[in-house]
């Protein structure tokens, strides 16, 4: 059982940073893929970022390539996601996931929601204009 808990979201200008951080309950994080999804108001939840298990390779959505970056730290059991000159639509709910561990998806997999088995409550970011 891998617990998720999201933390670092919050109200900022266009233009702006923030930095989130999901902390992961649980043994053998290095072996967990790890994901962020956001879900704007209205919107489906989409896919943002995602990291293969260990040091592994980083995947990104075209509409924040360039702006964000995805990272673990796996002595500490967290992924983080910088995200940089944000922007109003980036307003969402960000979620971050995890897959069950048993497996080193391609990394096209990871950009689906149904390969994570895990998820956090979210945390809410809001650009103003």
């Known amino acids: 059982q891998v617990q998720l808990v999201e933390s670092g979201g919050g109200l900022v200008q266009a233009g702006g940073s923030l930095r989130l951080s999901c902390a992961a309950s649980?043994?053998?994080?290095?072996?967990?893929?790890m994901g962020w999804f956001r879900q704007g108001p209205g919107k489906e939840r989409e896919f943002v970022a995602a990291?293969?298990?260990?040091?592994?390779?980083?995947y990104y959505a075209d509409s924040v390539k360039g702006r964000f970056t995805i990272s673990r730290d796996n002595a500490k059991n967290a992924v983080y996601l910088q995200m940089n000159s944000l922007k109003p639509e980036d307003t969402a709910v960000y979620y971050c996931?995890?897959?069950?561990?048993?497996?080193?998806?391609?990394?096209?997999?990871?950009?689906?929601?149904?390969?994570?088995?895990?998820w956090g409550q979210g945390t809410q970011v809001t650009v103003s204009s």
């Open positions: 996931a995890s897959d069950r561990g048993t497996t080193d998806y391609n990394g096209v997999y990871l950009y689906w929601p149904s390969t994570y088995y895990y």
């Open positions: 990291i293969k298990r260990n040091e592994g390779n980083t």
């Open positions: 649980g043994r053998s994080f290095r072996s967990y893929a």
